[in-house]
């Protein structure tokens, strides 16, 4: 049976860049996958690699793929953008069942509020215990949903803020 998607956590941060600057930077998925590219605490030391179909995950119907290994165990899942709605918004979701440890299938996106300087950038997630192991949901996901959010919205923000 398939959980429905029903944790969600959500995190926000004033960025110094003009909405389509920060959408198109937001765009490609290695940027907001970089902190799983990256051997971490939350990582368990492991790491994933990106790889994306030709619309590069930019495009309604897209398709990328995160594969690798954490703990020793082969992690794997794939997400096909959902909503590509420039410069505002984009969603993407798991395609399948993933296989990771502490979340299940997941949607992800962001929504970009342009202000009077800069951004409003929300980073959002809404996600299911993995099916294999909902024990490890239950113990890990919503500190794993956090840093995620948090890192993706951190990252954004630093790499605008030279520009300060």
């Known amino acids: 049976m398939t959980q429905p998607l029903r944790f969600r956590h959500r995190t926000e941060v004033l960025v110094n860049?003009?909405?389509?600057?920060?959408?198109?930077h937001l765009d490609d998925p290695r940027r907001l996958s970089a902190h799983m590219q990256k051997r971490s605490a939350m990582m368990a030391g492991g790491t994933m690699t990106l790889t994306a179909d030709a619309g590069?995950?930019?495009?309604?119907?897209?398709?990328?793929?995160?594969?690798?290994?954490?703990?020793?165990?082969?992690?794997?899942?794939?997400?096909?953008?959902?909503?590509?709605a420039p410069p505002r918004r984009k969603t993407w979701l798991t395609v399948g069942e993933p296989r990771l440890l502490v979340i299940g299938r997941y949607r992800m996106g962001f929504n970009i509020t342009p202000l009077v300087?800069?951004?409003?950038?929300?980073?959002?997630?809404?996600?299911?215990?993995?099916?294999?192991?909902?024990?490890?949901?239950?113990?890990?996901?919503?500190?794993?949903?956090?840093?995620?959010?948090?890192?993706m919205a951190q990252d954004a923000q630093r790499a605008f803020a030279e520009d300060r």
């Open 56 to 84: 590069g995950g930019r495009a309604v119907g897209s398709v990328y793929r995160l594969h690798g290994r954490v703990l020793g165990l082969a992690l794997d899942v794939s997400s096909q953008v959902e909503e590509h």
């Open 17 to 24: 860049a003009d909405a389509a600057r920060l959408f198109e």
């Open 117 to 151: 300087r800069g951004c409003r950038l929300g980073v959002f997630i809404e996600y299911a215990w993995p099916e294999r192991h909902p024990w490890l949901g239950r113990l890990f996901a919503s500190a794993y949903a956090a840093w995620c959010t948090r890192r």
